[in-house]
Each structure stands twice: as C-alpha cells, then as structure tokens.
C-alpha cells in the first residue's frame, strides 16, 4: 500500500526557532494535510492543500503541496511552547476520502 | 464550534469480548471514519462510511469488525471478539463530502485496552 515517509522523526528546539517539517511518497495524492496531535487528543487539522504547488497559511504555520505531488513540508516560524506536539501529514487519493498517514515528527520546545 | 464526540473515551475489556464504541459525527457530514493508532505509532484507516454502506475498508478491518449507522446521529465501530492487538487508540472521523479533496474532523479517540 501506500506509504508516506515524514521527517524528522523528533525535533528539539529552542522557543522562537523556526522549524521545518516534510513528507515524501512513492505516489501521487490528490491533497495533503497537516494535522497536530496533543497527548490523549484526536488530531486537528492545521492546513489543507489542494494543488500542486500550493502555498497556504495559517498563522506561523505554512504549508506546500509539492509539483510532483509527492510531497510536502510544513514550516512553523517563531516557535512558542504551545507548539509542543506530533505533527502528522496526511495524503489523500481515493474518492472515499481515506487518509495515509505519515510517522508524526514530536516537536518539542524549550521555553 | 461544532465537533465529532467519542464515547466512551476509555474502554478495557477482556480478551473475546465484545465491545462497541459509538461516535456522534458532525451534524451536516454525510462521510464517516474509523482510524485507530497503537500506542506510539502513526494513524492507521480503517473504514469509510457513506450512504449507509461502507465506501471502503483497509485489511485491517476483517470479519471481526463491523460498523453501523443505527440512527441520524450515532455511528458505531463494533469488534466482536477482541484480541490484545486491538488495543489502540480508536477515532472517529467525518467530512462533509469527499472527492479526494475534503477535511477530515477527528474525534478526541476511545482507548481500547484488551486484557
């Protein structure tokens, strides 16, 4: 099946850096979406994108659909402790609206 | 703001038994989810829902499991005889509609525990 590979698997940083996160697929997705998950929570969605090549914000949050439509990165600008948590990608292909994960990067931040 | 809500949001049962976990999805969505995620490990699908009928099911979703949509308002995963691996973080999802480009809204997750 098909499989999302997302790095780094864990970042350190330190409050007010900026960081980068990406995910890469042997396939083609339709849309890719960033997801945060906190300890016992669902994930919450932070950015959808819908076409190659797309950039989209949300807030300190931006996001990329790549042209091959094999990838994307997320970057957070300006880290503040709240920022803590696994960050997921997601791809989404088929028309039943399924979701490939990838592993989750942990983002941690030191005040 | 609306939301999907999960219940139980813990669950532990013994090893065979069944168990049902029930979600309210939001309102206006027509397309349901299960997901689950073992401890550690990334969210995994398992089934979609739409127009009463299952849309699609990944192999983890084998006989044991089943889904319904009882009412216009619950939507049930139910595994009827649990095994140790099954205990996982169970989520609930639904979208207002899909055509590979729709948001997915996740419930806040049943923890299964099978002893």
């Known amino acids: 099946g098909q499989q999302l590979n997302q790095s780094p698997q864990s970042m350190f940083i330190q409050e007010g850096e900026d960081v980068s996160m990406n995910c890469t697929s042997s396939s083609i997705f339709n849309t890719w979406l960033w997801y945060k998950q906190d300890p016992g929570e669902g994930p919450v969605l932070l950015i959808a994108?819908?076409?190659?090549?797309e950039l989209t914000s949300n807030g300190r949050l931006t996001a990329q659909f790549g042209i091959t439509r094999k990838d994307s990165f997320l970057n957070i600008s300006a880290s503040i402790p709240s920022d803590v948590g696994i960050y997921f990608c997601a791809g989404q292909y088929s028309n039943t609206g399924k979701l490939i994960f990838g592993q989750g990067t942990t983002l941690q931040v030191k005040p | 703001e609306p939301e999907v809500t999960q219940t139980p949001s813990h669950q532990v049962t013994q090893m065979g038994q069944e168990v049902i976990l029930r979600c309210v999805p939001i309102?206006?969505?027509?397309?349901f989810y299960w997901y689950r995620q073992i401890l550690g490990q990334k969210v995994e699908f398992l089934v979609s829902?739409?127009?009463?009928?299952?849309?699609?099911k990944s192999e983890i979703f084998d006989d044991q499991f089943s889904v319904e949509r009882p009412d216009g308002s619950n939507f049930t995963l139910k595994i009827r005889s649990t095994k140790l691996e099954d205990s996982a973080m169970y989520f609930c999802a639904s979208s207002p509609r899909t055509y590979a480009n729709e948001k997915l809204f996740f419930g806040s997750g049943t923890q299964l525990s099978v002893l």
């Open positions: 829902f739409y127009n009463n009928e299952i849309s699609e």
């Open positions: 309102s206006n969505h027509l397309y």
């Open positions: 994108l819908y076409k190659a090549g």
